[in-house]
């Protein structure tokens, strides 16, 4: 398995894990859950109820790619960007985390 865009090895380092890629999978879909409830979090504050109610439908249901670019480029135009600031938050704690552990 290759390391996801936006992870680097410093963060499998930090636990233990870059010499084991067997684990890697479960390590990045925990990271990966643990950055999208952050970016829903952060959506729920930008949105008003019955837009959020719309984005979860969106990304619950089989909708389209298109209908979801649609609705993100219409209601929350920084998305790409805030999931970037969750990638970067989620390596620097996980990190900071790491570290005071040793």
């Known amino acids: 398995m290759d390391v996801p865009e936006g992870f680097n090895l410093d963060v499998l380092k930090a636990f233990g894990l870059e010499k084991n ?9 925990a990271a990966g859950e643990a950055i999208m409830l952050s970016v829903i979090r952060r959506v729920e504050r930008q949105l008003p109820k019955e837009k959020m109610e719309e984005f979860l439908r969106l990304f619950e249901a089989p909708a389209t790619d298109e209908e979801k670019g649609g609705f993100l480029d219409a209601h929350i135009p920084n998305f790409a960007a805030l ?16 570290h005071n552990a040793v």
């Open 83 to 98: 999931i970037a600031q969750e990638v970067e938050r989620f390596k620097t704690t996980a990190l900071t985390k790491a």
């Open 21 to 29: 890629p067997e684990q890697w999978d479960e390590f990045f879909a």
